[in-house]
């Protein structure tokens, strides 16, 4: 089983900065197969980026994902409020699925 | 619009069962692959179990292979999670999610608590 490792665990950044999160994966992941999610409070998860990084529909440009083999990333440019939130890597696309421990981006 | 309602979460005792069910709306559902994602309280997302447009293929994950069953009705437009023996670990909120483009329409979610 393929294991996602996210860091860090916790980014304190500022409105207005960049953000960059990893994940790292044990093995080698197909590019076609790694998603971003956001999820806040009390809320079910959202879709950003698919395919390590195409942006899913309605996501701000301000986010975009990179990466192949087992690194990739997550990097929003310039924060907005709005965007403190916790973020999930995925492996998708076979019988076995697994998310990282997410990382949580708060406001500093 | 497009729209995933999950139901029949609630407490049960450990080695008791619960079914849940997953509404959709405002798509093809008999299109599409769904999943079940859950979350622990104040946890990550933990994937559960998938089930191919059609219902021929079904994976799950170890930790409830052989106790929880997914299944589809793709007539009524509704995923299904037969959840058996559970245990206080499978406490959780319950979401079943669309797969197309990753996972990219997921439910509000319905809470489970296993306790004696």
């Known amino acids: 089983e393929i294991v996602l490792t996210q860091s860090p665990g916790t980014l304190s950044l500022s409105p207005g900065e960049r953000a960059t999160l990893s994940c790292r994966a044990s093995?080698?992941?197909?590019?076609?197969?790694l998603a971003w999610y956001q999820q806040k409070p009390g809320q079910a998860p959202r879709l950003l980026i698919y395919?390590?990084?195409s942006r899913a529909t309605g996501i701000p440009d301000r986010f975009s994902g990179s990466g192949s083999g087992t690194d990739f990333t997550l990097t929003i440019s310039r924060l907005e409020p709005e965007d403190f939130a916790v973020y999930y890597c995925?492996?998708?696309?076979?019988?076995?699925?697994?998310f990282g421990q997410g990382t949580r981006l708060e406001i500093k | 619009q497009v729209q995933l309602v999950e139901s029949g979460g609630g407490v049960v005792q450990p080695g008791r069962s619960l079914r849940l069910s997953c509404a959709a709306s405002?798509?093809?559902?008999?299109?599409?692959?769904m999943h079940w994602v859950r979350q622990a309280p104040g946890k990550g997302l933990d994937w559960v179990a998938v089930?191919?447009?059609?219902?021929?293929?079904?994976y799950y994950a170890d930790s409830v292979k052989g106790r929880f069953t997914i299944s589809r009705d793709n007539s009524k437009n509704t995923l299904y999670l037969q959840m058996n023996s559970l245990r206080t670990e499978d406490s959780a909120v319950y979401y079943c999610?669309?797969?197309?483009?990753?996972?990219?329409?997921w439910g509000q979610g319905t809470m489970v608590t296993v306790s004696s």
């Open positions: 999610a669309r797969e197309s483009e990753a996972l990219d329409i």
């Open positions: 995925q492996k998708y696309g076979s019988s076995s699925i697994t």
């Open positions: 089930i191919s447009y059609d219902g021929s293929n079904k």
């Open positions: 395919g390590a990084s």
């Open positions: 405002g798509f093809t559902f008999s299109s599409y692959a």
């Open positions: 093995q080698s992941v197909s590019s076609s197969y």
